[in-house]
């Protein structure tokens, strides 16, 4: 089994910044990818980012791409994502998820609210 435990969400105006983290732990594969997904009121769960563990291989949601980076410690285990020029429309859940390559295996944290809003 694998943990995800995110911090970082809460209130923050147009225009400005966060960081979201999140620390995996349990029995973790050495191959893996981490990531961000996020869920708004009414809408779908939505990739926002990813980050693979050998390669540090990225991918972004173009709704993000050049705001948003996303950055890994391997030998933490941990996953940050640093938003920045944040809107309304980042409004949302945003949770952390670790997907195992070779088994195809996915696991969530509980999510953290990012409220954008003057």
Not at 12 to 34: F, K
Not at 74 to 89: C, H, I, P
């Amino acid at each position: 089994q694998v943990q995800l435990v995110e911090s970082g969400g809460g209130l923050v105006a147009p225009g400005g910044s966060l960081r979201l983290s999140c620390a995996a732990s349990g029995s973790i594969s050495r191959l893996n990818a981490m990531g961000w997904y996020r869920q708004a009121p009414g809408k779908e769960r939505e990739l926002v980012a990813t980050i693979t563990s050998i390669s540090s291989s990225t991918n972004y949601a173009d709704s993000v791409k050049g705001r948003f980076t996303i950055s890994r410690d391997n030998a933490k285990n941990t996953v940050s994502l640093q938003m920045n020029r944040l809107n309304s429309e980042d409004t949302a859940v945003y949770y952390c998820n670790l997907r195992s390559l070779p088994t195809g295996i996915q696991y969530w944290g509980k999510g953290t609210l990012v409220t954008v809003s003057s």
